[in-house]
C-alpha cells in the first residue's frame, strides 16, 4: 500500500494559469484593469445567472464591502452562525455592527431558521447565512423570516461556487454574496473575492469601496479601500474559471463513492433540491474525534480538516454565553475527509478502508 500522504486540500495550478500569468506579467498592466472586468463578466456568466459579480482583494473584503454597500453599520444586528469561519462574523464587527450568534442544524450545519427567528430583536438588520461546506442553506425558511420582520439577506458563499437550491444558484439569493477566491476554496485566485449583487446602486457602491471611493482617478465620491484585484489574481481565476464545473464534478463523483462505502461514520446528508458542491465532505465521529483525526494522519497518512473546533461564541473577540447545542455538538464531532479532485482510485480506497477501521476500532 502506499504510504503516501494525502493532503486535505490540494490547489491545482497548471500550465494555462501559469501562461495567464506570465502574460499579464509581461503586459505589465499589474494592476486592477481588463483582466479584472473579463473575470466579473465570466464569474457572472458561469457562476451567477448574469447576476453583477464585483471582484476584491479576499473574501473577507468582500463580505466586508457588501455590508458596508448594504447599508450595515453601529447599531445594527446581523445574524450569523457561530459555526463558521471568523471571517464571517468578523466582517460584520468591522462595520461597527454586532453578529449575533444563531445556531445550525445537524443535517447540512447550516443556519437554523427556528433559532434564527428566535434571535431577531429590533436591532436587526439582516440575516447572513453561510453555505457551510459547499452545501446551501434553507433559504426558503430564511428568506420568509427575512420577509416577515423586514430585514435584508446576505449569503456567505464563500465555500460553495457553484450550489444551488431548487435550481437557483448560491449567490442569487441575497442582497449580495460573497465567494472567496482563497487557495483551498473550489476555485482560486491565489487570493481574492467576488461579491454578487442584483441592485445597480449597490453595485456602484461596492466598486466605489474598493477603491479609494472612486469610479474615475481623482473624482472621489465617498471615503473607500483599497480592495482591488490585480490582474495577475484575475488571470488565475479566469482560468480556474473555466475547469470548476469539472472540478465540482470529480468532488461529487468522491462524496458518492465515499457515501456508499464508508461505514461507522456520520456521512454528509443533502437536502431536498439542493446541489452540494462538497468544498467539504463532512463526516461525524461521536467519539474521540481528536484522535480519530490524528490516526488518520500517524497511522494511514491521511490528512482531514476539522472545520471548526471552536465556535464564533468561544472566540476572544466574540465571547459570550451562548445557548448553542448543535452547534456545539458540531465543533466536537465533525471532521472533512479529503475530497479534492486530485483524489484517484488508489486514494479513495485508502481513505474509505482508514476510516471503516478507525470507526470500527473506535466503537
Ligand atoms: C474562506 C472563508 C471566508 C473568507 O474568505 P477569504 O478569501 O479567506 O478572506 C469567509 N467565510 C467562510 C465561510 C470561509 O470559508
Redesign the pocket.
Known sequence: MSKEFIPAAKPIIGDEERAAVDAVLRSGMLAQGAEVAAFEQEFSTVLLDGRAAVAVN????G?HLGLLAAGVGPGDEVIVPSF??A??ANSVALTGATPVFADIELEHYCLDPASVASKVTERTKGIMP?H?YGHPADMSALRAIADEHGLALYE?A??AHGASLHGRKVGTFGAFAMF???PT?NMTSG???MVSTDDAGRERTLRLLRNQGMLKQYENEIVGFNARMTNLHAAIGRVQLTKVGGWTEARQANARYFDQHLTGVGVPEVADGAVHVYHQYTVTVAEDRDGFVAALKEEHHIGSGVYYPIPNHRLEPFRRAEDLPNTEQAARTVVSLPVHPSLDDEDRDRIVHAVNTLAKAGA
Open positions: 479576499s473574501g473577507t473584503a463580505l463558521t469561519f471571517a464571517t453561510v457551510l456567505d464563500a465555500q472567496s477566491l482563497y476554496k487570493e481574492g473575492g
